[in-house]
């Protein structure tokens, strides 16, 4: 199976007739997404690809079921998109645009929270279930993401987009396949973290085993090592953490919003040592996560 989204699955883009989100319309229509509209105010009327676009969300969800929206608007306008898809009742929001306000995305994580809806992103690619759906830019052309995701037990989650796209790749080479692939955000906001995530891959049974790519920065890695030893996940976690350097090199850019070190905890030889002792296995490169994937599953090498 799969979680967050399934070939059933009906969503719409915000800002559709923005140059990226036709490109993404495109790509999501080609992998075999039902996109249902797209919403970009003044232009109601037109359409992109075959999806008619419209002036607001509310417009859209009276015509058909709307299950999740995909938010590609400038930031100035990211937070009222998003106000205006959960007051719409849409239930999962992908935000792939980046440099939002902390405390506008705290706003609208609340919300989504008093909604019952949930937000993956900002500034993330969105999701892709092999053989299912898309929803958002990850993975780039539909006929790119066939060849990089397929098919299979592995749940996997990043922080980084490209990076969740190298690591199904890396995967999919030595013949293990996903079940869902979520690019999660490099902010250090976010709607859905790794623990946050967790219970949905826990509850799909035909996920065997998670994959993850960390950076410096930020308490998403504890409070996924907490989780595991908490909850006693059923599920074997291979994890790799970019970034090594940054502990040697005060001040060293990385390129996220998230990976701003602001203690010792934040480093990578602590979020290391705290996965490590949560029995999560720590990969020292990215062509060894397969090897390490299958150790944990008790496959042949």
């Known amino acids: 199976m ?3 989204i399934t070939k059933d699955t009906t969503f719409i883009i915000q800002g559709i007739t923005g140059r990226e989100a036709v490109n ?5 229509l080609d992998y075999g997404s039902k996109i249902v509209g797209g919403v970009t105010p003044g232009r109601g009327g037109r359409d992109i690809y075959g999806i008619p676009v419209y002036d607001t969300v509310r417009e859209i969800a009276a015509r058909t079921r709307v299950d999740g929206s995909v938010v590609a608007v400038p ?3 990211t937070r009222d998109a998003v106000f205006e898809a959960l007051d719409a009742g849409v239930k999962i929001v992908v935000i792939v645009t980046e440099r939002i306000p902390r405390y506008e995305v705290a706003q609208m994580v609340e919300l989504a929270q008093l909604r019952g809806a ?5 500034n993330c690619l969105g999701i892709l279930s092999p053989g299912e759906a898309k929803m958002g830019g990850l993975g780039g052309r539909a006929v790119d993401a066939r060849k990089a995701f397929t098919k299979g037990p592995i749940g996997v989650m990043s922080r980084s987009g490209g990076m969740t796209t190298e690591m199904c790749n890396t995967l999919t080479a030595a013949g293990l396949g996903q079940s869902t692939a979520v690019s999660i955000g490099g902010d250090a906001v976010i709607g859905s973290t790794y623990a946050d995530l967790m219970p949905l891959y826990e509850a799909d049974q ?7 790519y960390c950076e410096p920065g930020g308490r998403m890695e504890a409070e996924l090592a907490n989780y595991v030893v908490e909850k006693k996940s059923r599920l074997p976690i291979v994890a790799f953490m970019a970034g090594r350097f940054m502990d040697e090199m005060p001040g060293m850019r990385f390129g996220h919003a998230g990976t701003i070190v602001e203690g010792k905890a934040d480093t990578t030889a602590d979020k290391i040592a705290r996965l490590q002792k949560a029995g999560i296995s720590v990969a020292e490169r990215i062509e060894d996560i397969p090897g390490l994937v ?3 599953l008790g496959m042949a090498a």
């Open 24 to 28: 993404m319309s495109r790509e999501c």
């Open 206 to 212: 035909e996920t065997k085993a998670i994959v993850i």
């Open 294 to 296: 299958k150790q944990r």
């Open 2 to 4: 799969s979680i967050l």
């Open 118 to 122: 949930r937000i993956i992103g900002p």
């Open 75 to 77: 930031p100035a306008f």
